[in-house]
Every structure is written in structure tokens, then in C-alpha cells.
């Protein structure tokens, strides 16, 4: 009797079916016996490419920091910067598992550190100090990550929530919040609201205000 055969199992095989797995379901669906399963080999075979599961882990942030873009060198930091941050903002909303996991050091991965490299060494070739560098490789830091999560919270919807929705909508007093109604109201709504970026308002309101001397 014949037996299809099993495309080979390989490191890059696995990170793609781990990557693909974890941004549909999150990182929890991640283990070593899915993966195999996932992929038509037992468990024990997957340990002959990667190590074990952080390694895995490991692998699909170096995945995601692969779609990153570092600041371009040159002296329009600001534009550099800019462009810089959408690219790692966009690859932290497709990937909604991974602005967590980065700000876990034991996760450090050295492509994180060559990008934080870039950013810093845009700021302090552009004439900023090394004093005022820190502070402001925090904030743009902190803006990126911050912003990723907290979209990323409130993208999370329960499964049911369409069947809950008037209930909790009825159940709300609006009348005595008609900012809040129509901010609801947008919410549903097509219009003018619908074209503003809200993390590249509050990237160009941060850059806006910054400069190497104060």
C-alpha cells in the first residue's frame, strides 16, 4: 500500500506553522505536541530542528523583528524615525502575541538590540545629547509598545459579543454621556473619524515637539 509523502520537517517549516498558529489562536496554542501534530510528525521530531518551545518562541520573534524597518541614517531623523516606528507598530498588530513577549527579557532577542542601536544612533548622530537620548528613546519606545497594546486589548472582542451588544448598550445610561454617545456612534459609523491614524497622530505630535537642544 503506498503512503503519500510527508513534506521534510525543517527549523523553518516550524517557525512559519508556530508564527501562523500563535497570531491566529495567541501564544498559548503554542506547544511542541500541536506543532507536530499541525505538521504530520510527532512531537519528538520537531527536537531535532529547534530546541524546545522558548526556542520556538525565540524563532517567531526573530520572525517578527525581521519585519521591522530601523531608522534610516541621515539628517531628517524625524522622517526616519517616523518611518521606522509605522513598520514596527504594523508588525506588532499582526502580530498581537509578540509586544508582550518582547518586553520580557528573557526573551531579548540581538535583532531587538541592533534595532535599538539604529534608533539610538539616529537621535545622537542628529546632534541630540546623550542625556536627552535616553529620555527620548523611552518615549518613542514606550509610544510604540504602549500604543501596540493597548489597541491590541481593545481589538479583542468575546466571541459572542454581537448577540451581547444592545443588551449592553441598553443598558447604559447615555443621556447623561452624549460625548461618549457619540464617540459610540462613531464607532459603527462611517465618516471623517474613519481617516484618522491615531498612533501616527500621537508619533507626530511626540516628534513634533522633540529637538536635540530642549
Known amino acids: 500500500m503506498a503512503t503519500s509523502a510527508r513534506k521534510p520537517l525543517s527549523r523553518e517549516r516550524i517557525l512559519a506553522r508556530a508564527l501562523a498558529l500563535a497570531d491566529e489562536q495567541g ?7 500541536r506543532l507536530g501534530e499541525d505538521l504530520g510528525y510527532e512531537a519528538m ?5 529547534v530546541e524546545n518551545k522558548d526556542d520556538v518562541i525565540n524563532g517567531m520573534l526573530d520572525l ?6 530601523p531608522p534610516a541614517p541621515g539628517p531628517d531623523w524625524r522622517a526616519a524615525v517616523r518611518a521606522s516606528a509605522i513598520t514596527v507598530h504594523d508588525a506588532l498588530r499582526r502580530h498581537p502575541w509578540a ?3 518582547m ?3 528573557r526573551h531579548a ?3 531587538r538590540m541592533a534595532y535599538g542601536e539604529r534608533l539610538l544612533a539616529c537621535l545622537r548622530e542628529n546632534g541630540f545629547s546623550a542625556e536627552r537620548t535616553y529620555a527620548v ?4 519606545d514606550g509610544h510604540i509598545f504602549g500604543f501596540s497594546r493597548w489597541e491590541i486589548a481593545h481589538a479583542w472582542l468575546p466571541a459572542d459579543i454581537e448577540a451581547r451588544l444592545p443588551q449592553l448598550i441598553a443598558a447604559i445610561d447615555w443621556s447623561a454621556a452624549p460625548y461618549f454617545a457619540e464617540h459610540r456612534d462613531q464607532h459603527f459609523t462611517d465618516g471623517p473619524h474613519r481617516d484618522a491614524n491615531a498612533f501616527e497622530l500621537g508619533l507626530d505630535l511626540i516628534l513634533a515637539g522633540l529637538s536635540p537642544d530642549g
Request: proline share 3%.
Open 137 to 140: 528613546y523611552h518615549l518613542i
Open 27 to 33: 501564544l498559548e496554542a503554542i506547544t511542541m505536541r
Open 103 to 105: 518586553l520580557d527579557a
Open 64 to 69: 517578527v523583528l525581521a519585519e521591522w524597518e
Open 99 to 101: 509586544a508582550s513577549v
Open 109 to 111: 532577542r540581538p535583532a
Open 45 to 49: 521530531s520537531l527536537y531535532r530542528h
